[in-house]
């Protein structure tokens, strides 16, 4: 049997070897890509963000010089100058170096809820789509109802049960937003599950898991990585909900979310506030959707408008 | 139809149940409780908080206080707030009508806004108008609804004046005065129907460019119609239909962002009570909130499908 396999898979790469286009799929895909300016330029900015809450505090400690949660009273509301980049909110905190501690939380959660949603919504989705019947319909009728609820309600009704940490956060985030994914994955399911290979697989005798796993999860795929941005997006979006209620991160941590609930209260007397942690979740989310547009576009670019 | 409507409904009441049995049990295994004596330190004593506790019933086994909610629930009755121990439904009532105030007055100013900008971006396409208009469709999607509030609140309220910073009308005035009411109702209303403009302008951009390219409009041409009728009468008419079914996956968008909302101009309306139940531990409050409001989403889709079918003679419920 395995005899066989290798030269089978031999042949074929012969073949192959004659018959390639003059470019792979993924040499395809990346040129796709990168002739969509605007999606580069958000994934470079992306990488910048990245870049700067990874080392938070390697630069609070060399280049703002400022503990993200030292309090000093003397410095209250100090608008941007040489010592403080971007000021001081109302107790004389440096905004800079707690806009990007801000980012390890906000992105983290971000991160860590789109995962939890992805692979939760991924799992439900398969198992709806390729089993379908009486399984499917329950399914179906469970995310009808929960995308009946608006997600602000569930979020506040969860967050206010648990002790917030941003980890726990991120779990609640990631556990009501599956259900984008799930419908998304158990369409790509059906699509796939018609098709002549899975039937042979079948035939094969391949078990569910491994048709699942190896043949249909795999093609399926660009709709998770372009799912992913989107979701990382919705969950920032959701965080910073959140904590700006004041039910999210806690304070003396700082993130975009609690910086912006913060800058509520003072409103008038520090205006400038509400612009860095505002601006930073803006342009977080736009990147991340227009990135995610521009990899949908370059892996199947038949769904271009 | 009324198979359709029963079937929908009968869908999604397990579900509800599901939410709120899933709701409770979270709640009685999680650290804490609505008293928490270390709020009060010295006021009260161990014994105390065991009576206080007795009296809201909070000190029985979970399945019998769920049991005795849902016994409530089925008459219509969402039991009393532990804080304010007035029967939540009296809470919800009262201040649904300001919630309502704004999510209507938002979903018409989307609507306006949304259809104005989406005819003229399928008209003007391809021009500098249809890339602005696509610009502000993705960052209306971006901007945190409460971060574009606060900069609004800066700007008109702040810094011109011109508006109030907060509240549905001026302290001190009983009677109603339209003119208060409007100055008030402003940003709320602009700053929540924000991403819906953003949302609808594009459904109807594509819409009617999809439209357009149908042979009836062809037809429509060639008898020699001026465009503008064309555009009007026999494109718009059918581009809008599918906007009905948009509208109601809309109302949750809608209700979850009038929390945020009602938080930044402290407007008294459901999305308040719900955060404060948050804060408070209020569980009845949170979860007839809550429940309230998915019904009212689900009631509300329902509608729009019913109006979906009713409006294109094409749908078939089934």
Redesign the interface.
């Known amino acids: 049997m395995e005899a066989t396999g290798q030269q089978s898979s031999k042949s074929t790469s012969t073949i192959d070897a004659s018959m390639r286009p003059t470019e792979s799929l993924v040499r395809m895909t990346l040129l796709r890509f990168w002739r969509d300016k605007a999606a580069v330029v958000a994934m470079v900015v992306l990488i910048v963000f990245a870049l700067l809450a990874a080392t938070a505090p390697w630069l609070s400690e060399n280049v703002t010089h400022h503990e993200p949660n030292l309090l000093d009273l003397s410095k209250r509301f100090q608008l941007p100058s040489k010592v403080h980049w971007l000021g001081t909110d109302d107790v004389g905190r440096d905004v800079l170096t707690r806009l990007l501690y801000g980012a390890r939380i906000s992105l983290g959660i971000g991160l860590l809820a789109a995962m939890v949603a992805i692979s939760f919504g991924g799992f439900v989705g398969a198992v709806s789509g390729y089993f379908g019947g009486f399984l499917d319909d329950l399914i179906n009728?469970?995310i009808?109802?929960?995308?009946?609820?608006?997600?602000?309600?569930?979020l506040?009704?969860?967050?206010?049960?648990?002790?917030p940490t941003p980890a726990m956060i991120a779990v609640i985030i990631g556990s009501i937003g599956w259900m984008g994914v799930a419908r998304l994955v158990r369409g790509g399911v059906l699509a796939v599950k018609a098709r002549d290979y899975i039937l042979a697989a079948q035939v094969v005798g391949a078990d569910n898991r491994r048709i699942i796993l190896q043949h249909i999860l795999p093609n399926v795929s660009s709709t998770i990585i372009v799912v992913l941005y989107i979701d990382i997006?919705g969950a920032i979006?959701s965080e910073?909900?959140l904590s700006?209620?004041?039910?999210g991160v806690q304070p003396p941590d700082p993130s975009w979310?609690s910086m912006?609930q913060n800058?509520?209260s003072y409103?008038?007397r520090a205006?400038y506030l509400?612009f860095p942690?505002?601006l930073a979740?803006?342009f977080t989310?736009?990147c991340l959707?227009?990135l995610g547009d521009g990899l949908r576009d370059a892996l199947d670019p038949r769904l271009k408008e | 139809m009324t198979q359709f409507v029963v079937r929908r409904l009968v869908q999604s009441i397990p579900v509800l149940f599901l939410i709120t049995l899933f709701s409770f049990i979270l709640m009685y295994s999680s650290p804490g409780n609505f008293i928490n004596p270390l709020e009060y330190p010295g006021e009260m004593g161990q014994e105390e908080m065991e009576m206080l506790l007795h009296n809201l019933g909070l000190d029985r086994p979970w399945y019998v206080q769920y049991g005795d909610w849902m016994w409530k629930l089925i008459h219509l009755d969402l039991g009393r707030s532990f804080k304010f121990r007035q029967p939540v439904k009296d809470m919800i009532a009262a201040r649904l009508p300001a919630t309502l105030e704004l999510t209507v007055t938002s979903l018409l100013l989307a609507l306006v806004f949304g259809i104005l900008i989406g005819v003229l971006s399928a008209i003007y396409r391809g021009t500098i108008f249809d890339g602005i208009s696509r610009v502000f469709a993705v960052a209306g999607h971006a901007v945190p609804i409460f971060w574009l509030g606060l900069i609004l609140i800066w700007i008109f309220s702040v810094t011109l004046r011109w508006l109030p910073t907060g509240g549905i009308k001026s302290t001190g005035t009983e009677a109603w005065d339209l003119w208060d009411r409007f100055k008030h109702l402003i940003l709320p209303a602009t700053i929540l129907s924000f991403g819906r403009v953003a949302n609808f302008s594009r459904y109807v951009r594509g819409e009617l460019l999809e439209v357009i390219r149908q042979d009836y409009i062809r037809t429509a041409r060639a008898k020699g119609l001026m465009e503008r009728v064309v555009l009007m009468r026999h494109a718009l008419r059918n581009a809008l239909i599918p906007l009905v079914t948009v509208l109601g996956m809309n109302l949750r968008w809608l209700f979850g962002g009038a929390v945020l909302t009602e938080t930044i101009f402290a407007w008294p309306g459901m999305g308040r009570l719900i955060v404060n139940g948050a804060f408070q531990r209020d569980y009845p409050v949170l979860m007839g909130t809550t429940l309230f409001s998915a019904v009212l989403v689900i009631v509300g889709n329902l509608v729009a499908d019913i109006a979906y079918a009713w409006v294109d003679p094409r749908i078939r419920l089934e």
């Open positions: 009728a469970v009808n109802t929960l995308l009946s609820v608006p997600t602000i309600f569930m506040i009704l969860l967050a206010a049960f648990v002790r997006a979006l910073s909900s700006f209620l004041g039910l979310g912006l800058s509520l409103l008038f205006p509400i942690p505002g979740i803006f989310v736009l959707y227009i």
